[in-house]
Protein backbone atom coordinates (compact mmCIF):
# COMPACT_ATOMS: atom_id res chain seq x y z
CA UNK A 1 0.00 0.00 0.00
CA UNK A 2 1.52 3.25 -0.93
CA UNK A 3 2.03 6.27 1.84
CA UNK A 4 -0.95 8.36 -0.53
CA UNK A 5 -3.20 5.77 -0.22
CA UNK A 6 -2.62 5.00 3.88
CA UNK A 7 -3.16 9.36 4.35
CA UNK A 8 -6.44 9.18 2.43
CA UNK A 9 -7.29 6.27 4.19
CA UNK A 10 -6.64 7.83 7.59
CA UNK A 11 -8.03 11.24 6.48
CA UNK A 12 -11.05 9.51 5.42
CA UNK A 13 -11.72 7.55 8.61
CA UNK A 14 -10.79 10.93 10.74
CA UNK A 15 -13.67 12.95 8.50
CA UNK A 16 -16.29 9.86 9.01
CA UNK A 17 -15.69 9.93 12.84
CA UNK A 18 -15.88 13.54 13.14
CA UNK A 19 -19.07 13.73 10.66
CA UNK A 20 -20.82 11.36 12.91
CA UNK A 21 -19.69 12.94 15.86
CA UNK A 22 -20.94 16.54 14.76
CA UNK A 23 -24.11 15.49 12.79
CA UNK A 24 -25.81 12.90 13.82
CA UNK A 25 -24.73 13.33 17.60
CA UNK A 26 -27.60 10.76 19.16
CA UNK A 27 -28.21 8.04 16.53
CA UNK A 28 -24.34 7.57 16.23
CA UNK A 29 -23.23 7.59 19.67
CA UNK A 30 -22.18 3.69 19.64
CA UNK A 31 -20.50 3.67 16.54
CA UNK A 32 -16.64 4.08 15.51
CA UNK A 33 -15.51 4.06 12.54
CA UNK A 34 -12.37 1.73 12.88
CA UNK A 35 -10.50 1.21 9.76
CA UNK A 36 -11.18 2.91 5.81
CA UNK A 37 -9.29 0.92 3.41
CA UNK A 38 -9.61 2.36 -0.52
CA UNK A 39 -8.56 1.43 -3.51
CA UNK A 40 -4.77 2.47 -4.94
CA UNK A 41 -7.48 4.20 -7.83
CA UNK A 42 -10.09 5.61 -4.70
CA UNK A 43 -12.88 4.45 -6.44
CA UNK A 44 -13.90 1.67 -4.04
CA UNK A 45 -13.50 1.94 -0.42
CA UNK A 46 -14.25 -0.57 2.91
CA UNK A 47 -15.71 1.52 6.02
CA UNK A 48 -15.03 -1.19 8.95
CA UNK A 49 -17.55 0.31 11.81
CA UNK A 50 -17.54 -0.80 15.47
CA UNK A 51 -20.93 -0.24 16.84
CA UNK A 52 -21.67 -1.33 20.64
CA UNK A 53 -24.75 -2.95 22.26
CA UNK A 54 -26.52 -5.95 21.95
CA UNK A 55 -26.93 -7.59 18.74
CA UNK A 56 -30.52 -6.37 18.25
CA UNK A 57 -29.35 -2.94 18.57
CA UNK A 58 -25.96 -3.33 16.76
CA UNK A 59 -28.11 -4.23 13.63
CA UNK A 60 -30.66 -1.01 14.10
CA UNK A 61 -27.68 1.25 13.70
CA UNK A 62 -25.92 -0.61 11.25
CA UNK A 63 -28.89 -0.56 9.21
CA UNK A 64 -29.15 3.30 9.99
CA UNK A 65 -25.97 3.76 9.18
CA UNK A 66 -26.51 2.48 5.24
CA UNK A 67 -29.72 4.36 5.11
CA UNK A 68 -27.50 7.57 5.85
CA UNK A 69 -24.67 6.51 3.82
CA UNK A 70 -25.07 9.15 1.15
CA UNK A 71 -25.80 11.78 2.84
CA UNK A 72 -22.26 11.09 4.85
CA UNK A 73 -20.77 10.32 1.45
CA UNK A 74 -21.80 13.68 0.41
CA UNK A 75 -20.06 15.23 3.14
CA UNK A 76 -17.37 13.63 2.98
CA UNK A 77 -16.43 14.90 -0.42
CA UNK A 78 -17.58 18.39 0.83
CA UNK A 79 -14.35 17.87 3.05
CA UNK A 80 -11.94 16.48 1.30
CA UNK A 81 -10.68 17.56 -2.15
CA UNK A 82 -9.87 14.26 -4.19
CA UNK A 83 -10.17 13.48 -7.91
CA UNK A 84 -12.45 10.68 -7.00
CA UNK A 85 -14.09 10.19 -3.77
CA UNK A 86 -14.51 6.08 -3.36
CA UNK A 87 -17.89 4.93 -3.31
CA UNK A 88 -18.16 3.70 0.32
CA UNK A 89 -19.29 -0.26 1.74
CA UNK A 90 -19.65 -0.08 5.02
CA UNK A 91 -18.33 -3.41 7.18
CA UNK A 92 -19.33 -4.19 10.56
CA UNK A 93 -15.94 -4.80 12.80
CA UNK A 94 -16.28 -7.63 15.31
CA UNK A 95 -13.10 -7.38 16.53
CA UNK A 96 -14.38 -5.40 19.83
CA UNK A 97 -16.65 -7.80 20.52
CA UNK A 98 -14.65 -10.89 20.03
CA UNK A 99 -12.22 -9.20 21.97
CA UNK A 100 -14.67 -8.91 24.98
CA UNK A 101 -15.88 -12.55 24.32
CA UNK A 102 -12.02 -13.86 23.98
CA UNK A 103 -11.25 -11.81 27.55
CA UNK A 104 -14.21 -13.27 29.14
CA UNK A 105 -12.90 -17.19 28.16
CA UNK A 106 -9.36 -16.70 29.70
CA UNK A 107 -11.08 -15.32 32.82
CA UNK A 108 -13.02 -18.32 32.76
CA UNK A 109 -10.12 -20.85 32.02
CA UNK A 110 -7.78 -19.09 34.40
CA UNK A 111 -10.87 -19.65 37.58
CA UNK A 112 -11.63 -16.13 38.00
CA UNK A 113 -15.36 -14.72 38.32
CA UNK A 114 -16.69 -13.28 35.11
CA UNK A 115 -17.02 -9.54 35.29
CA UNK A 116 -19.69 -7.66 34.39
CA UNK A 117 -19.98 -3.81 33.08
CA UNK A 118 -18.37 -1.05 35.21
CA UNK A 119 -19.93 -0.65 38.39
CA UNK A 120 -22.28 -3.74 38.26
CA UNK A 121 -22.30 -5.55 41.60
Same mark, same amino acid.
Given at each position: ?6 ? @??? !???? =? ?11 ? $?? /? &? ?16 ? @??? !???? =? ?11 ? $?? /? &? ?49
Amino acid at each position: MSARTVR @VNE !LIQR =ELNDILRQRYQSE $AL /A &ITVTEVRVSPDLREGRVF @VSI !LGDP =EEVGRRFRWLRRH $AP /A &IRGEVGRRIVLKFLPRFEYKLDKSASQTARLMELLDQVEGKPPQGPPGAP
